[in-house]
């Protein structure tokens, strides 16, 4: 069973910067892609930035410019750096990893106060 554990959320004021971090239990090279989730109060989870196998990353509209999403195989690791934070930020951060299924972190929570 694939275990993926997040760290890295807080609090923060808004216009600060947060790195979270996601390790799996096994190398990361397995998986097709991993990603960063978020679930804003009463919602579902959506997606804002993966990176694929071959390293090359993507974020939907509202996560460019301001979120990097990256990966340390060495370390079965990915990263997800964020700056110029803003209290609609949020929400509790999720790692996803697409293997033989979905796995999923339990989530952090990542708050931004204005």
């Known amino acids: 069973q694939v275990q993926l554990v997040e760290s890295g959320g807080g609090s923060v004021q808004a216009g600060g910067s947060l790195r979270l971090s996601c390790t799996a239990s096994e190398s990361i090279s397995s998986f097709n892609s991993m990603g960063w989730y978020r679930r804003y109060p009463g919602k579902t989870r959506e997606v804002f930035a993966f990176i694929t196998s071959g390293g090359t990353a993507h974020y939907v509209d509202s996560a460019k410019g301001r979120f990097t999403i990256s990966r340390d195989i060495t370390k079965n690791t990915i990263y997800l750096q964020m700056n110029s934070l803003k209290p609609e930020d949020t929400a509790v951060y999720y790692c996803?990893?697409?293997?033989?299924?979905?796995?999923w972190g339990q989530g952090t929570q990542v708050t931004v106060s204005s």
């Open positions: 996803s990893a697409e293997g033989k299924r979905w796995y």
